[in-house]
């Protein structure tokens, strides 16, 4: 979630509240707002509400709610003069521009300005991949005419916002901060796009832009270019741009004319989007009774337009910066924000239906049950662990267990494939406790090609005993008394030879239940590297495919 | 002599020595205990208990035992240094320079001409050794002869060997023991006192003549360490009953997971921040899986259509740990089950974080889906507050917020005691999701961490000691009964 900080003089200020009704406005809003000590705002807003990144954009929500001004905000469109000639930009196709007039920065402003950017940046521009934001002080452009180019990186000069330098755009993308952030996004063959204004550089997107252009307190008009790989998002963040800007402003934004060859447009496009909804879906959907007025009423209070068409069904208009709403569900959350969560009452269920566990469930229960009664105690332990280890007691490689590419730590690389692991590192902590006697009931996953996760998940029991003297007999009794408890019978047993039980001394069971394991003594040459100095014995068994008799 | 209480073991050696003595005599211990065929150290003990309750006496004797040393035994055999200085010196003519004698005596020359002197039996002038006269008889040699013969000797003779270390006097105690009555009489009336009844009391009929000694019924017992089942494990399988009593069907499914189930399925879109290593665990091997192609072209247009980016099929199939366990609930809805259902699962799910007190990289998500042809978000509501009621939640905080895949949706604060925690999400699937899916009705969905709840309910400081493997730890928590009573947490 975007996390934005406002200084508290200009959140009473822009709201036009005071503080603490403001924070309750703000929680309303679906933002989490917290007061910091030094005095400042901190808001978390969901990502799906880029307009309420900066506090022109809240306040227009906020008049909405207190019903102060409702309806979708109306700006004046007005045509421009400038001109942005794109070229064809193969890492970075699409470019868009628009004027904000009568913003008027000052510093708190400028501020919110760079967080507005970054946020949107995060959240929408794939950090910069995707889209990427340039704006500058309108009255600074050299000139009326803005070229978008594909230029080789050595013949492109330019003195970099804060830097003090002319420099060539080589230099800028291998050494400056920026540079080395995002100087590799739309590179390509050398060559990395540019934004001129006449024969100045304005902007490197989605890099950096020059220092000519600098936005600063006192500039009064600006001017955004948006640069991107997808057409939507790139549009759709003008747009929220634009529209926020225009709050600050006196509403009023100019469109620039785009030619992509013989492709000519303008935008920004404020269009509302129009959707249709029923009320009697609205109400069914959220569990409340509505009326057509209520709705109507609501939504003109979240600044949406909305006409009435019959009893059932609404016209709804979706100011353009809303583009997170896609549908009527969406129309339906807006509803329940206006009218407040808490007046939707809970509806307790009451229709009777059969509920059911998974019939293993049944076996585990018991299964604890005797091995308690047997004196053991229950552990319970991480599924992530140490691919190393796991190798050591499992004999597997790398390349048939299941790999983490990145792992919070090199401990916790591997997802298990055994309950030994665990219960194992419960003996190596444990040396002081002896006897031992320990089990875990888990899932273990391990390769499978048959499946569409490339994996399987088995259900396991592990068994540890450890003591002075700890063999194979003294498991072997555990494990039988447990399946002889559980109505169960060894069918089979054969010698098992492999880790990490000792040769002669370790065998595998099959039981007439579908239960399959392994038991034995454990091999003392691992024993010693994980750093255990007792004899132990130890069981495994997979009951994931158990069946009654 | 009526009254006496015995202990067992008192009246067991009384009774083995019935008829074997008689009263009024001395006996030693090591006497009563041959005669009683018990061990003599048990006797000792046994006889000093038994002459508190004054049913003997007790006398110590000391006795003195004398044993002459190596060096007395050698001198017995070899002869005594100065015997041996004095006939050196007659076979010389009872004249030797004093180096000639040292070297014929060796180490032992400074105690002969010690001895030799005091006797008389020498003397030395300028380095020549003289002798006096020639000696009768050795005292020494004569009261080492009578102790080897077992002879009596005189405390001054005694004195005089013991000062050269030729013997050495041990004093030894024995215990002299006498009864006042004869022990069968006494054991016809004592009264025995036992510990604990054993089974042998039963069948001999002596726990009629028995009185078992009082407790002290206060005193700490033994501490003992029952096999136990481990307190997390008891919660989820709690928290899975709850499920199946309000009719929901247990599901599962792997944790490995396609990007598809975990994300894609879900509307979530490919640049969503959650959608990279920082967030998710990205697998190394196996790196691929399957999705049928109907599946992929519904994410593809449904995704391009509301997000304008155009949607990578490969992305989707990338392998990862599930994030949580709404991608169980993706595939049920995906095998298009009839409604009305109830499903739940409840399993582990990953998350890139390091482990510290409040945040571990896995951990446990209950998942629950309802659906019926008209399902609403205030009958999720209710579900879950009927939910919390079973858990004994009684109050509970709806939040407004944005999930991808939920429409609305809803974060749910709990009330533990007197703090408040978010544990839940919830909210209405969206109709794109449904879409997806191949779902033609409403569902309402929501997953719940059980950690921080477990941890409210165990009174635990640190997530990391619900996974504790230190046994005495897992010994000692203490069960949370009335949990399960539906008490109030």
């Not at chain 1, 679906?30 to 910091?36: C, Q, R």
């Not at chain 1, 905000?73 to 003069?81: F, Q």
């Not at chain 2, 939040?399 to 939920?406: D, G, I, K, Q, S």
Request: aromatic fraction near 8%.
């Amino acid at each position: 979630m975007p996390v934005l900080k406002f200084k508290q003089e200009r959140v009473i200020e822009a709201l036009g509240l005071s503080l603490a009704k403001a924070l309750e406005v703000l929680e309303r809003l679906k933002a989490e707002v917290s007061v910091l000590p030094d005095g400042s705002v901190e808001l978390e807003v969901e990502v799906d509400r880029p307009d309420l990144y900066s506090l022109e954009g809240i306040a227009r929500a906020a008049r909405g709610l207190l019903g102060k001004e409702t309806g979708v905000p109306r700006y004046e469109l007005v045509n421009t003069d400038i001109l942005v000639k794109a070229d064809d930009v193969p890492t970075r196709p699409y470019v868009v521009a628009a004027v904000v007039w009568n913003v008027n920065v000052d510093e708190a402003f400028l501020e919110e300005l760079i967080q507005f950017q970054e946020k949107l940046h995060n959240s929408h521009g794939k950090n910069r991949e995707w889209v990427a934001i340039g704006l500058h002080d309108y009255d600074k452009l050299p000139s009326r005419e803005i070229y978008y180019r594909f230029d080789d990186i050595d013949y492109v000069r330019f003195r970099p916002l804060g830097h003090d330098k002319e420099m060539t755009l080589r230099r800028v993308l291998e050494e400056t901060e920026q540079g080395i952030k995002y100087g590799k996004i739309s590179l390509m063959g050398g060559k990395h796009p540019v934004l001129y204004s006449g024969s100045e550089v304005i902007s490197v997107p989605p890099v950096i832009n020059a220092e000519l252009t600098r936005i600063e307190p006192g500039t009064r008009n600006i001017f955004i270019d948006v640069t991107g790989v997808h057409k939507q998002l790139v549009l759709n963040v003008l747009k929220v741009l634009v529209a926020n800007l225009a709050e600050r402003g006196k509403g009023r934004i100019g469109l620039v004319e785009i030619h992509h060859g013989d492709y000519i447009e303008r935008q920004p496009n404020l269009e509302s989007k129009q959707l249709n909804v029923e009320v009697e879906r609205i109400s069914e959907w959220l569990g409340l009774k509505l009326d057509v007025t209520t709705i109507v009423d609501a939504l003109k209070r979240a600044r949406f337009d909305a006409q009435v068409f019959d009893d059932n069904r609404i016209r709804v208009s979706v100011p353009a910066y809303r583009f997170d709403v896609l549908g009527w569900v969406d129309i339906a959350e807006e509803v329940a924000i206006i009218l407040g969560v808490n007046s939707i009452r809970p509806k307790y269920p009451e229709k009777m239906m059969r509920g059911k566990l998974l019939e293993k469930r049944y076996w585990e229960r018991y299964a604890r049950l005797v091995l308690a009664g047997l004196g053991f105690q229950e552990l319970y332990s991480y599924t992530l662990v140490n691919c190393v280890k796991q190798s050591l007691i499992t004999g597997l490689d790398k390349a048939s267990m299941i790999v983490i590419a990145n792992p919070v730590s090199i401990e916790l690389d591997c997802l298990r494939s055994t309950l030994l692991v665990g219960l194992l590192e419960a003996a190596r902590i444990n040396t002081h406790s002896t006897p031992l006697r320990v089990f875990e009931i888990g899932d273990v996953v391990t390769r499978d090609r048959m499946s569409d996760t490339q994996t399987t998940t088995r259900s396991r029991i592990g068994i540890l005993y450890m003591a002075y003297k700890a063999g194979y007999e003294d498991i072997q009794a555990v494990v039988y008394t447990l399946l002889r408890s559980l109505g169960d019978e060894v069918i089979e047993v054969m010698p098992y030879q492999g880790r990490p039980f000792m040769k002669g001394r370790a065998a595998r069971i099959k039981s007439i239940q579908g239960i399959e394991g392994v038991l034995g003594e454990l091999d003392p040459a691992i024993l010693e590297e994980i750093g255990i100095d007792y004899p132990v014995a130890a069981a495994e068994l997979d009951y994931t495919d158990i069946r009654r008799q | 002599m009526l009254g006496y209480r015995l202990s067992e073991s008192e009246y067991r050696l009384l009774s083995a020595l019935k008829g074997k003595i008689r009263a009024g005599v001395w006996y030693s211990s090591d006497e009563i205990a041959h005669l009683a065929g018990i061990d003599r150290s048990s006797v000792e003990a046994l006889l000093r208990l038994l002459a508190d309750k004054g049913i003997v006496e007790l006398r110590e004797e000391e006795t003195k035992q004398v044993s002459i040393t190596d060096v007395g035994k050698r001198y017995l055999a070899e002869g005594f240094p100065e015997e041996k200085l004095v006939s050196f010196l007659l076979e010389r003519g009872g004249k030797v320079e004093i180096n000639e004698v040292a070297k014929h005596l060796g180490e032992e020359l400074s105690i002969a001409i010690a001895h030799a002197t005091r006797k008389g039996w020498i003397r030395i002038d300028k380095g020549v050794v003289m002798l006096n006269k020639k000696p009768e008889t050795i005292e020494e040699r004569t009261t080492l002869e009578k102790l080897t013969r077992g002879e009596p000797v005189s405390e001054e003779d005694l004195r005089l060997l013991r000062r050269r270390r030729l013997v050495e006097i041990m004093t030894k105690t024995r215990t002299l023991v006498r009864f006042r009555s004869d022990p069968s009489s006494i054991v016809e009336h004592v009264v025995i006192e036992i510990g604990s009844l054993t089974r042998d009391h039963i069948v001999s009929g002596l726990w009629r003549r028995a009185v078992l000694r009082e407790y002290n019924v206060a005193a700490e017992p033994p501490r003992l360490y029952p096999g136990r089942t481990h307190f997390f494990v008891d919660f989820i399988e709690y928290i899975r009953d709850i499920m199946k009593e309000m009719g929901f069907v247990e599901i599962e499914y792997t944790p490995v997971e396609l990007e598809y189930w975990n994300y894609d399925a879900l509307f979530q879109p490919q640049h969503h921040p959650a959608r990279s290593p920082t967030d998710t665990f990205y697998l190394d091997t196996p790196r691929e899986g399957r999705v049928a192609d109907e599946l992929l072209v519904r994410a593809k247009n449904v995704h391009e259509k509301a997000w304008g980016y155009p949607w990578d099929p490969k992305r989707a199939l990338r392998l990862i740990l599930r994030s949580h366990t709404t991608a169980v609930s993706a595939r049920i809805l995906a095998t298009k089950p009839k409604p009305p259902f109830r499903f739940f699962t409840i399993g582990r799910v990953y998350r890139v974080e390091k482990v510290d007190p409040r945040h571990l990289p896995e951990f446990h998500q209950l998942d629950g889906i309802a659906a019926d042809y008209t399902i609403s978000f205030a009958d999720l509501i209710g579900l879950l507050a009927e939910f919390f009621e079973r858990i004994g939640v009684k109050d509970f905080k709806v939040r407004l917020t944005y999930f991808p895949f939920t429409e609305p949706s809803a974060e749910i604060y709990l009330r533990l005691g007197n703090q408040w925690l978010e544990v839940l999400g919830c909210g209405m699937f969206r109709p794109e999701v449904l879409e997806i899916l191949g779902v033609d009705y409403p569902v309402a969905a929501w997953g719940m961490g059980l950690e921080r709840i477990a941890m409210a309910i165990y009174g635990l400081e640190d997530i990391r000691q619900l996974y504790s493997l230190d046994i005495t730890f897992l010994r000692n928590i203490k069960t949370r009964w009335w949990i399960r009573a539906g008490l109030e947490i």
